[in-house]
């Protein structure tokens, strides 16, 4: 019988071989790996000798690593490249997989096995060092949470409901890609598209042209905002791209109010089963925040504010309308535009005068890269010898300070209809000293493809995602972790967001700018009156920016902490539930809609931030308490990169991860830098 290609691990790092993977290949080896897994914990449960670190702890983490290599190669194909046959395997595999994770966390023998080893651990028998106790209170913590003390019928009942959510969660993705697809806006009129630039028109004459279509088309990002809708100055236009954009999944065929409905009621129900008040609470117990009332007073203390500073901004937004419409009045498809305009006029700046200094390759290598170098002594060498998932990628190897191979990071710039919308960074191999693993890693941007022979030249706000993402990379890469589970970014959702926030200052550095912006074709840097100002217009529309992030949080919460008898039993209520909830938390600015309503909200109903969208405002109190140590200690320096590594980039969730934060902090993080930072103080 001819080996599963997918485990194979000849390629270097053990990368897998993805030109030799097929569909049918990634759905064996999730059935086998699974099947595998419970075999080896199997043994584990019935091992009949006194329980030990190492045949306990150890052979838990050795165990399951077909499921691990197919799983996290699958969602990384999935998400970037995906085909109908790998959407297929989706929703056939993800309520197998709840399935299979059930089968372990009610486990009650494998349960029994923890406690006998924390009994014995106490009691002096066996030692366990930091790592090794931390991850026995967890696992502990995570059976108990998980209901293996619940009665059996009420651990079938559980077991239903996490397969249905798990098939929800999974028909998600597809239908909002589709729809995504879908909304595009058509336009056979150049006239109509004055204000957007060569490379913009270029990019909707491509997409046109890929479906078919003579034109132009204006596809629609996952967002509520649209980056067109800063240059558009055709007034209906606008109107057209924003109302096709926050129209997405409210009806047709890729209407997602059905799922939606559903998911909000049955992670209710398995809340409640499970002891807790609701969905929102059983995730916070998880986290760093721990409590709902934690998560709601950080919210109530910064969503009035914003909402003020928001409107001060609609009253000068208006007054700059009305010198070219005089009886106009101001709409949520004006609002873009205009703050552009104000912007430009008040700093001297535009975004499109600063994207001819911004060419993606050299951002990456001179300005990402280069900090990395800066901050941690690490290296990268492109491997042309290795290939991703697709042609598009690129493969850096990472050198550290030594000289020594540490990891690699596969980047993937483009945006393509088969790739969800946003960025992000995944884990193909996750770093282990107990299996010998080093990290391989990814960055996904969707940054519009140029013209042939052109250069890839980005926005401000392109500049400062590639160095976030680039931050969970650092994540990934500097991990150094004996069990797998605890490596890299395996930490509590509120605290993932913390080192990739904490990496965008990096892109402001002044030195580094220098470096990086420099112009595509005569390389000269940004002038450094522009960069003085880019400086100074940092927190301008902190009102607008606020608002819709934290609407997104609350809107998030409301559908997570309302009782069951209250959320909607129909697809028709989602709406008008969305607009009572906003309203009852004082954020429902028609102006701001939330920057993802609910038919969108791809972060909350395909299930990796469910209740959890709160976390980039809890990892940003930890971000700007960060960033203020670095400024306060000197900047990029070798000296504060090597302490932040040590003490916590390098420690995933192999301890309490706040305990990691204060082993690098001295303290707890102070709320203050976060409010000074968005104007809330």
């Given amino acids: 019988m001819t080996p599963n290609p997918v485990a194979s691990t000849s390629l270097p790092y053990t990368l897998h071989d993805f030109a030799r993977i097929s569909a049918a290949d990634w759905r064996a080896a999730l059935l086998d790996g699974m099947a595998e897994q419970l075999a080896e914990l199997d043994a584990v449960a019935t091992d009949a000798s006194p ?13 399951g690593q077909l499921l691990n290599r197919a799983a996290m190669g699958f969602w990384t194909l999935k998400d970037a490249d995906t085909t109908p046959a790998l959407d297929a395997i989706e929703e056939e595999v993800s309520p197998k997989l709840a399935a299979h994770h059930d089968a372990i966390m009610l486990d009650g023998r494998l349960y029994d096995r923890l406690v006998a080893l924390d009994e014995r651990a106490k009691a002096g028998e066996v030692t366990l060092d930091e790592q090794a106790g931390w991850l026995l209170s967890e696992k502990l913590r995570d059976f108990r949470r998980l209901g293996v003390n619940l009665p059996a019928s009420e651990q079938a009942t559980l077991r239903e409901l996490n397969e249905r959510i798990a098939t929800l969660e999974a028909r998600w993705n597809p239908v909002v890609v589709a729809g995504r697809n879908g909304a595009a806006v058509h336009i056979a009129d150049p006239a109509l598209l004055a204000g957007l630039t060569p490379e913009d028109l270029h990019a909707a004459k491509e997409a046109a042209s890929r479906r078919g279509l003579s034109g132009w088309l204006l596809e629609v990002v996952n967002t509520t905002g649209q980056p067109l809708l800063d240059k558009l100055e055709n007034r209906d236009v606008r109107r057209r791209l924003y109302q096709a954009s926050v129209g997405r999944g409210l009806s047709g065929e890729h209407d997602t109010r059905p799922l939606v409905v559903e998911l909000a009621r049955l992670r209710t129900q398995r809340a409640h089963l499970l002891g807790f008040a609701h969905h929102a609470e059983f995730v916070a117990s998880d986290g760093c925040a721990k409590t709902t009332e934690a998560v709601n007073e950080i919210l109530h203390r910064v969503a009035g504010p914003a909402v003020r500073n928001a409107e001060l901004e609609a009253a000068e937004l208006q007054e700059a309308l009305s010198k070219d419409h005089p009886d106009a009045t101001l709409e949520p498809w004006d609002w873009q535009f205009y703050a552009e305009r104000v912007r430009s006029a008040r700093f ?32 990268f060498v492109r491997r042309e010898d290795l290939v991703g998932y697709t042609d598009e990628c690129r493969v850096f190897e990472v050198h550290d300070a030594d000289g020594e191979p540490m990891a690699l ?3 993937d710039p483009y945006a393509r209809p088969s790739k969800q919308g946003g960025a992000w960074m995944t884990s193909l191999v996750d770093q282990s000293e107990l299996l010998g693993l080093l990290p391989v890693v990814t960055n996904n941007c969707n940054l519009v493809r140029p013209a042939p022979g052109t250069p890839t030249l980005m926005s401000w706000t392109n500049v400062i995602t590639l160095f976030h993402e680039f931050g969970h990379d650092l994540h990934g890469v500097l991990s150094k972790v004996r069990y797998p589970s605890r490596s890299g970014t395996a930490t509590p ?59 997104a949080m609350i809107l998030d919460q409301v559908w997570h902490q309302t009782p069951l008898e209250e959320l909607p039993t129909s697809p028709d209520e989602v709406e008008d539930f969305e607009k009572r909830g906003l309203a009852s938390w004082g954020i429902d600015v028609a102006l701001v809609p939330p920057r993802y309503r609910t038919a969108y909200f791809s972060h909350t109903w395909s299930g990796s931030y469910s209740a959890g969208y709160y976390s980039y405002l809890w990892s940003e109190v930890m971000d700007a308490d960060t960033v203020a140590w670095f400024l306060e200690n000197g900047g990029m320096t070798r000296a504060n990169g090597d302490h932040f590594r040590k003490t916590l980039l390098s420690r995933g969730s192999s301890v309490d991860v706040m305990e990691s934060y204060r082993r690098f902090r001295g303290a707890d993080p102070d709320v203050r830098h976060v409010l000074e930072r968005r104007g809330l103080a």
């Fill in 51 to 63: 329980p030990t670190p190492e045949n306990v702890l150890d052979a838990w983490e050795r165990s």
């Fill in 493 to 551: 959702r509120d605290f993932v967001e913390y080192p990739s926030q904490v990496n965008e200052m990096w892109a402001w550095d002044p030195a580094l700018l220098r470096s990086y912006a420099r112009h595509h074709e005569t390389g000269e840097p940004v002038p450094q009156e522009w960069v003085d100002t880019l400086q100074a217009a940092r927190h301008a529309g902190e009102g607008y920016a606020g608002t819709e992030i934290f609407g």
């Fill in 348 to 379: 001297s700046l535009d975004d499109e005068v600063l994207r001819p200094y911004l060419d993606f390759e050299r951002v990456l290598v001179d300005g990402v890269f280069a900090a990395a170098t800066g901050l941690y002594g690490i290296t």
């Fill in 409 to 411: 990071v596969v980047v």
